[in-house]
Antibody
């Protein structure tokens, strides 16, 4: 069974940093592009970042470029999102996700709250 | 950068009725890279349709997708009570996964 389990979401002050993790199991992690997607309270889904299977290509939504870094450790079946210079508008539930043809897999999400 | 605009913002219908949701892209997109998602409160999104018209795993056949170029449609032929949720279209390529702003489907 495919499982994606996010962790690391907490309350942090504006300007602070946070590292989210996603533990993957039940599939060949190193074979898939992986993504982070977020949903802010009362708003819609927003794609945040993508990373290629071997980590050589990374892409970000404009609003997080230069502040967030996506990475992965294929040996540990783990995906990460390093979040720096956090802003109030980064408050959201962050999901780890990937697609495999007819199926799409998502974690349960981890809540990041940026507030003073 | 492609922008996806969904309409209407909110759709009020009754169970048993037909729902038609629209997604318009700011420029022509390949129909191979257009998907639809459903999200209910407190749950992760669920893939309904990929490649414009292919149903995801386990998705009932009352859900169908169509379209090309800049205009895409999700149709729910006969609404069931569990279909009332928020729906998103998405354009996906390796470098980005852009979502529309969503359509809320509510019970009339």
């Amino acid at each position: 069974e495919v499982q994606l389990v996010e962790s690391g979401g907490i309350l942090v002050q504006p300007g602070g940093s946070l590292r989210l993790s996603c533990a993957a199991s039940g599939f060949t992690f190193s074979s898939y592009w992986m993504s982070w997607v977020r949903r802010a309270p009362g708003k819609g889904l927003e794609w945040v970042a993508n990373i290629k299977q071997d980590g050589t290509e990374k892409y970000y939504v404009d609003s997080v470029k230069g502040r967030f870094t996506i990475s992965r450790d294929n040996a540990k079946n783990s995906l990460f999102l390093q979040m720096n210079s956090l802003r109030v508008e980064d408050t959201a539930v962050y999901y780890c996700t990937f697609s495999s043809g007819r199926s799409d897999y998502w974690g349960q999400g981890t809540l990041v709250t940026v507030s003073s | 950068e492609i922008v996806l605009t969904q309409s209407p913002g909110t759709l009020s219908l009754s169970p048993g009725e037909r729902a038609t949701l629209s997604c318009r892209a700011s420029q022509s997109v390949s129909s191979s890279y257009l998907a639809w998602y459903q999200q209910k409160p407190g749950q992760a999104p669920r893939l309904l349709i990929y490649d414009t018209s292919s149903r995801g795993s386990g998705i009932p056949d009352r859900f169908s997708g169509s379209g090309s170029g800049t205009d895409f449609t999700l149709t729910i032929s006969r609404l069931e009570p569990e279909d009332f949720a928020v729906y998103y279209c998405q354009h996906y390529v390796s470098s980005a996964r852009t979502f529309g702003q969503g359509t809320k489907l509510e019970i009339k």
